[in-house]
């Protein structure tokens, strides 16, 4: 521990590499640990729609919606959330943002949450992990 300060000055790339490196590794789980959402994967948003009735809201476009989707998702797309009226009765009931990769969606969950619903995930991944786990879109 004597020589570290020894050790960054004669290897300072290896040193300013693994402090990089380090930060890539942990800033993803850090962002969503204080933007506070909550990433589900394929298999664990499947249980919540069977377990606690979740329902699918897809923020892409309209016509990337058209093109295909999950069985039941309502389309709203980003660009028009603020405007849109969630057909939700039930803020209380879990809702899954999605849309083509996890972007969209994260940036989507706060205009979601100023709607008052409190149940908020993402699907991980977004269609992209759908497909590549085989799971069923419709068009």
């Avoid at 960054?8 to 790339?13: A, D, F, L, P």
């Avoid at 729609?49 to 797309?77: G, Y």
């Avoid at 939700?88 to 083509?100: F, G, H, R, W, Y």
Wanted: charged share 20%; proline share 2%; aromatic share 8%.
């Amino acid at each position: 521990m004597e020589n570290l300060g020894e050790f960054i000055v004669n290897h300072w790339i290896l040193s300013t590499a693994f402090v990089v490196l380090a930060w890539i590794v942990f800033s993803d789980g850090l962002q969503q640990k204080l933007s506070g959402v909550t990433l589900l994967t394929t298999a664990q948003a499947i249980h919540l729609i069977n377990q606690q009735k979740a329902k699918f809201v897809d923020v892409r476009d309209a016509a990337e919606f058209e093109k295909e989707h999950i069985a039941d998702a309502v389309n709203m797309p980003l660009a028009t959330l603020d405007d849109e009226k969630i057909k939700q009765k039930d803020t209380s009931n879990p809702v899954i943002l999605v849309c083509a990769s996890g972007q969209r969606a994260r940036t989507a969950v706060k205009q979601v949450k100023a709607k008052g619903f409190s149940d908020l995930y993402v699907l991980k991944g977004g269609l992209n992990e759908w497909k590549v786990a085989k799971l069923p879109l419709f068009s």
